[in-house]
């Protein structure tokens, strides 16, 4: 019982620390500047819906359901790959496999599954179910947080599509939209995971995860007033700030064909830029080591790790696996929670179940430079004309997300045994 009390009360420590990095890295100063009301309102949501998400039978019951979902997706997209490419997608082998594992090639057998996620969420969409289920979620944030209008609907967007379409959903308002609601939409993209990747990771982790896409689910979803939270801390609304509102989804396909084959396009456009993203941060990521090594004796990694040590203590993961948890969380800030999650699927194992769902719910979340890049990137191509704004918000929102994910993690703990 102690233990399990200690666990919580780290885990609550830490949450209300991170949002006072939060405050302390924002504009606001001063005890009378401190936004109590927001504090506490997004603090309480982020447990009650991680509390709802982990006990809450039903929902418990939907999560699971995710997870065989997923598992059935992978089988099928097998189907797929084995006909394509062969042993390569996981046919038979032509030969003995002299060391296990050695025939699970990343690029043939886990990532073709964003295809499949692509088509199956542009389906969705233009079904009318997608859109339904993001505004759901954006009439809780509005009612929860005051974020109402265009900010809100692409906020909640991002727990179901990627960073770049949940802004593109709201395209025509971007423009018009004030430069604080700007900073909610952007590092609410960092903060989440698309479902396209939440599948392949969720296959990263069965082994060392139970219900591995519902707990990867929940984390996005709680994540989500997160964000708000830290974006509004970080960033506040000018006074009598009005939101852009967002009458209806607009329309992206004309029939269900065409969203079948649009997202699949879409889904190959992403898995070749996880593709390239994976090849090139490693690359100069090892680059980077070359030079460093020698001269100070140190990593990237090493370093980050390093920094992440007091973030893994404040978030409650057990003393004996904070090290290890703090060198994933390292890998996520230098290279990317792909790989990060890719790591976890192996050395997780030796982790105690709470610290394994604290840091996997901690994980989820696009906050990494080349995301930032990303999202900088394509949102200057839907708005152009605040380029420069969405640039200069670009490494904050990074920032934030990251304190977003943390604030996750933490959240979580407050819920688990010691």
């Known amino acids: 019982m102690t233990g399990y009390v200690t666990g919580q009360l780290v885990s609550g420590v830490g949450l209300a620390a991170l949002a006072a990095l939060a405050w302390a890295w924002g504009r606001a100063r ?8 927001l504090i506490l309102i997004g603090l309480a949501a982020q447990i009650v819906l991680a509390a709802l998400m982990l006990h809450l039978p039903p929902l418990r019951a939907a999560l699971g359901a995710v997870g065989h979902a997923v598992d059935a997706l992978a089988r ?47 389906l969705l969409y233009h079904l009318g179910i997608l859109p339904l289920a993001v505004r759901g979620m954006a009439a809780l944030l509005s009612r929860g947080l005051g974020l109402g209008g265009a900010a809100g609907f692409a906020t909640a967007a991002n727990v179901f599509v990627g960073m770049v379409e949940a802004p593109l959903l709201v395209r025509p308002y971007l423009a018009s939209l004030p430069r604080a609601d700007l900073f909610v939409v952007m590092v609410a993209g960092l903060a989440t ?24 689910l ?6 989500a007033p997160a964000a708000v939270l830290v974006a509004r801390l970080m960033l506040p609304p000018d006074p009598g700030q009005a939101a852009v509102e967002e009458q209806a989804p607009p329309k992206l396909y004309v029939g269900a064909m065409e969203a079948i084959v649009r997202g699949t396009a879409d889904g190959l456009a992403i898995m070749l830029g996880v593709i390239a993203a994976l090849i090139v941060f490693i690359a100069l990521v090892a680059l980077a080591n070359m030079a460093l090594l020698p001269l100070a004796g140190v990593t990237l990694q090493q370093l980050a790790a390093w920094a992440m040590w007091p973030i893994a203590v404040l978030m409650g993961i057990a003393t004996p696996d904070v090290a290890e948890a703090s060198r994933l969380l390292g890998l996520k800030v230098v290279i990317n929670e792909f790989v990060a999650y890719l790591d976890f699927g192996t050395s997780g194992a030796a982790m105690s179940e709470r610290s394994r769902i604290i840091l996997a719910w901690a994980l989820c979340g696009f906050a990494n430079p080349g995301s ?15 380029r420069g704004e969405i640039a200069a918000l670009g490494p904050a929102a990074l920032v ?16 688990l045994p010691g």
Not at 193 to 216: C, E, H, K, M, W
Not at 400 to 415: D, E, Q
């Open 30 to 37: 001063g005890p009378a500047a401190i936004p109590w009301r």
């Open 76 to 122: 099928a997209t097998t189907e797929g790959t084995a006909l394509v490419f062969g042993y390569l997608g996981g046919g038979p082998l032509p030969f003995a496999e002299t060391a296990p594992g050695a025939s699970f090639i990343l690029a043939f057998r886990a990532l073709p599954l964003i295809l499949v996620v692509g088509a199956l969420s542009a």
């Open 193 to 216: 995971i698309s479902g396209n990747t939440l599948a392949v990771y969720a296959l990263f982790l069965r082994d060392v995860l139970p219900d591995a896409a519902g707990q990867l």
């Open 218 to 223: 929940a984390a996005s979803l709680v994540s």
């Open 372 to 386: 930032m890049g990303i999202i900088v990137g394509g949102m200057s191509t839907l708005v152009p004309e605040r």
């Open 400 to 415: 934030g997300g990251m304190l977003a994910c943390c604030m996750t993690g933490a959240a979580v703990g407050i819920l």
